[in-house]
């Protein structure tokens, strides 16, 4: 190889030495005649001097520089001057001397800046994808995201995981969006499907005693784009053998909480991570992907107003509703603009409205207090746990609004109280989901994982009789708000797997024709089995501390599923589509 190192790993043990350096040039400036090349290639930047005195040829070459031309530079490692050292860089105590600048390719000029921290539109930069990714922060997110798969890679091959491809082009497997369909040229009117996970096959992998199985997966999502999602991305696929719930959150918890202090500077904030089921996630924290980096509680009171004169609290309660609260420390400062704000939120959830209580130093400030019978703030007040300074908000409603209204408040006053550290991922598990749930739009029983979750055995007579009542052993990964996995142990047996199948509603022939394989699998000898599967783009967005996943993915689609950079979607010739044996129906003209 021509280059003698890569450019960021030039050190003090270099000096003297001649080395060759290719790289891209990161900034030029000229000063005081000589010109400064800072050199850049992925391993970091070395500075580059060029002197007109004793180069003069590489000095005429280095004029001509522009930021992102592509260089090849001779020259010898000297120490830089006592004062000009730069401690921000690894090659910061040396520089090198160049004799020859060669431009190995110059560089149009640029759409936006690589060496700046600039605010770009996101649009210009996907379209210019390859320039984007030299920016150093998004060059350390792709390390990251490699340093994160190779760990996944080494730590469960020392468990005995196997790494098993599964195939792309597959059949359709419900894990709740559309399917992307590849129509076949061989089967007219056949299609194949890409996997939404590979669910399916790794199942089958257990029937065929592979025992541990692992996969970095790539799936396909059909959704329409809410934030943070990709049509298409990286999960860590995982199942496993004659194994149990706390067999699999053992793995997943000991490889993330690993992961995460070896990999980033956040701590891991409760260890062993709480488990927790989805009806206490529900209650108490308003959410089923708990953020727990700060311990507000949404708290019942039913009890304490049930019977109070105060009709918004007792009426939600004939009502067979409830009235749960959550304390706002230190929240008696919030002015009445704050409250009303905090109102329209509780609103924007369902709530009807917000009833509020303080007092500071014996002044009680409050929407609500003077209707209470006797008795009941002060027992509210010490339900809450609150004290001098505190504010209270309480809703009284139907037990999903409170939910969802207090849920949304906990996360509102966690901000605006700051009370959310940045430096810690605070992991748990949420288990004992419910099995199935009512579809909104057709009001059919619909699955809240998917339909190859095990039900709870105890549970499993209910089936016939009360399904919503069924729990599945389902469980989630969620870390500071987010859900970054599910799971479940897996029905292994064909009898319970049909009856779920009929109890979703789908016909004899839909699951003989999309299910059969693995109803008559489970007859050969199937092993109770269960596994998970981690998202890796969120996980690695939360550990580089981007928002968006699009940050840590390569070459992500934007909103609307588009890959700008290649253009994709994008028509095809005629002939592809007859061969395909596909006509295109355009769609009608919006307002027909
Ligand atoms: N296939 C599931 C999913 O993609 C994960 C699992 O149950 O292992 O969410």
Redesign the pocket.
């Known amino acids: 190889m021509k280059r003698s190192m890569m450019c960021g790993e030039v050190r003090t043990e270099h000096i003297g030495q001649r080395l060759v350096l290719q790289g891209w040039v990161h900034t030029v400036r000229d000063h005081g005649g000589l010109i400064f090349v800072d050199l850049r290639d992925r391993a970091g930047i070395v500075q580059v001097v060029v002197n007109p005195t004793t180069q003069p040829d590489a000095f005429h070459v280095a004029e001509t520089l522009r930021d992102e031309f592509v260089v090849e530079i001779h020259g010898s490692v000297e120490r830089r001057p006592a004062g000009s050292e730069n401690p921000r860089l690894g090659t910061g105590d040396v520089e090198v001397h160049a004799d020859t600048v060669t431009v190995l390719n110059p560089c149009l000029p640029l759409p936006f800046p690589v060496a700046e921290e600039a605010q770009v539109d996101e649009r210009v930069r996907l379209q210019y994808r390859y320039i984007d990714l030299r920016r150093p922060r998004m060059a350390r997110n792709l390390v990251l995201r490699h340093k994160v798969i190779k760990y996944i890679r080494d730590f469960l091959s020392d468990r005995g995981f196997l790494e098993i491809e599964t195939p792309i082009l597959a059949n359709p497997t419900p ?1 709740g969006a559309r399917d992307y369909l590849v129509p076949s040229r061989l089967h007219p009117g056949s299609f194949y499907a890409l996997p939404q ?1 590979p ?1 399916q096959f790794k199942q089958l992998s257990m029937v065929a005693g592979v025992d541990r199985y692992f996969q970095i997966a790539r ?1 396909f999502r059909d959704e329409d784009l809410r934030a943070n999602r990709q049509p298409e991305f990286t ?1 860590l ?1 995982l199942e496993m053998s004659f194994v149990e719930q706390e067999d699999v959150l053992e793995v997943c918890e000991s490889l993330f909480s690993n992961l995460t202090e070896s990999l980033s500077n956040k701590r891991v904030l409760n260890k062993p991570w709480p488990r927790i089921t989805w009806q206490e996630a529900m209650n108490r924290y308003g959410s089923d992907k708990p953020d727990l980096r700060y311990d507000l509680s949404i708290v019942d009171v039913s009890d304490i107003v049930g019977r109070s004169p105060f009709q918004v609290f007792s009426g939600a309660i004939e009502r067979g509703g409830v009235v749960r609260g959550i304390r706002a420390p230190d929240g008696a400062a919030f002015t009445r603009r704050q409250i009303d704000e905090l109102t329209e939120l509780a609103k924007a959830n369902g709530a009807k409205g917000l009833a509020w209580a303080s007092h500071t130093a014996g002044e009680v400030r409050s929407s609500f207090v003077r209707n209470l019978g006797p008795g009941e703030a002060e027992k509210l007040w010490s339900r809450l746990e609150a004290s001098d300074g505190d504010l209270v908000l309480l809703v009284a409603d139907t037990v999903d609004v409170a939910r969802a209204s207090l849920g949304a408040l906990r996360r509102e006053l966690a901000k605006r109280l700051e009370l959310i550290p940045d430096d810690v991922m605070a992991w748990a598990f949420v288990i004992e989901f419910p099995w199935f749930e009512r579809d909104e739009a057709t009001g059919r029983l619909t699955f809240m ?2 339909p190859f979750t095990m039900p709870f055995d105890a549970d499993l007579p209910l089936l016939d009789t009360d399904p919503v009542r069924v729990r599945a052993k389902a469980y989630d990964v969620v870390a500071n708000g987010e859900e970054l996995a ?3 142990i897996r029905v292994h047996r064909a009898d319970i797997q049909s009856r779920l199948f009929e109890l979703l509603g789908y016909s004899p022939e839909r699951i003989q024709a999309n299910f059969g394989h693995m109803l008559k699998a489970f007859q050969y000898g199937a092993p109770p089995h269960g ?3 981690p998202g890796i783009d969120r996980v690695v967005s939360m550990l580089a501390d981007e928002d968006s996943i699009r940050e840590v993915i390569p070459f992500p689609k934007n909103q609307s599923a588009q890959d700008l950079m290649m253009g994709a979607p994008t028509t095809v010739q005629a002939d592809q589509l007859e061969d395909l044996h596909v006509r295109v129906v355009e769609p009608a003209p919006v307002g027909s």
């Open positions: 894990e996970s669910q799936c999960q696929d994982h998917h599910s799971g479940s596994g998970i599967a």
